[in-house]
């Protein structure tokens, strides 16, 4: 019986080694660049792309930008995303995951740059592993901090602007209290 849990924890534990966050942010990190072309900026963290030859919505894998309510910090991040992703520019599109709106969520690359480098150091995003897509691979957290460390952006407010999944939830939470 005790060879048997043995064997049992053995199996276990490699079948836990194969699905490792390592092994899996490889195997994200060789996944296929696909060349997109903007169309749109929606907002601060979503874009309107083509990609194989049809018009996509695609987001922001690992960042949240602020909502909507939160100005000026939600017109400055789609500023800053549109200047630095203007329509007709191409890029590099690294598939992450699908959500359950049917976007596309991944990151956007050119020349070897990160399309959210400069949303996070400029301090206009929030890195967020919440969402599809894991992001222990991404250096998006310690940009995030040379931003807050500057006090830039949204965090040229204390401690950081309100958190958008805090907004969005203290605004859901309203919402139900409303008569």
Do not use: H
Not at 52 to 81: H, I, Y
Not at 92 to 103: E, W
């Amino acid at each position: 019986m005790r060879q048997a849990r043995q064997a049992i924890v053995v199996t276990f534990g490699l079948s836990v080694c194969a699905v490792s966050p390592a092994a899996l942010a490889q195997s994200q990190a060789a996944a296929r660049l696909q060349p997109v072309q903007v169309l749109a900026v929606n907002n601060g963290q979503e874009l309107l792309v083509e990609i194989d030859g049809q018009g996509r919505t695609l987001r922001l894998s690992c960042l949240q930008a602020p909502r909507p309510q939160q100005q000026p910090w939600a017109e400055q991040a789609k500023d800053v995303l549109a200047r630095e992703a203007p329509v007709g520019s191409r890029w590099q599109f690294q598939l992450r995951a699908r959500d359950v709106y049917g976007r596309l969520v991944g990151t956007l690359q050119r020349n070897g740059k990160d399309l959210a480098s400069t949303l996070l150091r400029q301090g206009r995003v929030f890195a967020y592993d919440g969402f599809l897509g894991r992001c222990d691979d991404l250096p998006y957290a310690r940009w995030q901090q040379e931003a807050a460390a500057q006090r830039l952006g949204v965090w040229s407010v204390p401690g950081g602007i309100t958190r958008p999944w805090d907004q969005r939830e203290q605004t859901a939470a309203a919402e139900r209290l409303a008569p």
